[in-house]
């Protein structure tokens, strides 16, 4: 694998036959009055120093495509050069992290294109004669690709009725940290037609959900009930990739009352009411119509009484 440092590229075989680490090592023993095996004793000394010190536990962060490299490593004085390669090529330094002593750096810029594997190479700088690059202890990153990881913020919507069923949700495309000239680009711009938005409601009172994914950054959600409260709230969808990173932030929620008269009782339970009136009304008819049926028969049973008594004279 290629090194590119300072703008040109090396391979660690040559940059291991560098004059100057051959004039270092040539003058080793000379310069500290040390014999051979002194002289080898003490660059063994400075690899375990290396090691004590080198970057550990590195980790990417990126939020809407902002990517940040971070590490943890014990108090020294060494500073750290961070070099980035997308998974085929070659290796170039970050020019905003050379010798610096902070424990992260900032690639968002680097990793350009954003829809490759990058890996990145954490160098630890112990300064005098360890400054050649083939002397620095190395932490390997594990592959990120920013398209396809970096996480999603929650988004902002509003709400707004259209009819008594229908209302529509306006959705803002979250910035990114990406820009295209004085253009601060969005995540619709980045992610194009990768990007949908996924609706989750349900009606006020109610634990039952329903869930609409739209293309557009302005989905109708309808067949709604009039007068009926609602809840919604949304976060970005990338079906496109792995599970685990589809979804962005969710939402805050955001509930509100679909135009029109509410109904007291469903559809159903209006035909059951209409259906126990009208049972009643035949059931009143009938005894109504039972009870002139025993009042004319009595009274047509007393006159007749009255026809057949014989008065005496």
Request: hydrophobic share 35%.
């Amino acid at each position: 694998m290629k090194t590119t440092v300072g703008g040109a590229a090396r391979t660690p075989a040559a940059a291991a036959s560098s004059p100057r680490l051959r004039a270092l090592n040539k003058d080793l023993p000379r310069q500290h009055g040390r014999s051979d095996s002194s002289a080898l004793s003490g660059n063994v000394f400075v690899r375990r120093e290396h090691h004590h010190c080198r970057a550990e536990k590195l980790r990417w962060i990126s939020l809407d495509f902002k990517t940040v490299l971070t590490w943890t490593t014990q108090p020294s004085e060494h500073t750290y050069t961070v070099l980035f390669a997308p998974d085929d090529g070659d290796w170039t330094e970050s020019h905003d992290c050379i010798e610096i002593t902070d424990t992260e750096c900032d690639l968002t810029h680097d990793l350009q294109p954003l829809n490759r594997a990058y890996s990145a190479d954490i160098q630890t700088n112990t300064g005098g004669f360890a400054y050649d690059e083939d002397e620095q202890a190395h932490t390997y990153s594990s592959l990120f690709n920013p398209y396809r990881e970096s996480n999603i913020s929650a988004v902002r919507f509003a709400v707004r009725p259209v009819n008594e069923s229908t209302v529509t949700i306006n959705i803002t495309d979250t910035l990114t940290a990406i820009h295209e000239g004085t253009k601060q680009l969005t995540i619709r711009d980045v992610l194009r037609s990768d990007l949908k938005y996924k609706i989750t409601y349900y009606k006020a009172g109610s634990t039952g959900k329903r869930e609409v994914i739209s293309a557009s950054s302005v989905a109708e959600v309808s067949k709604l009930d009039a007068g009926e409260e609602y809840c919604f709230i949304v976060a970005a969808f990338v079906p496109s990739r792995p599970k685990e990173a589809q979804h962005g932030g969710w939402s805050s929620q955001q509930c509100t009352q679909v135009q029109g008269t509410a109904q007291g009782l469903s559809l159903g339970a209006l035909v059951g009411v209409i259906f126990i009136v009208i049972t009643v009304l035949i059931i009143s008819i009938v005894v109504a119509v039972l009870c002139c049926n025993c009042c004319r028969q009595r009274n047509k049973s007393f006159q007749t009484a009255q026809t057949t008594v014989q008065i005496p004279i």
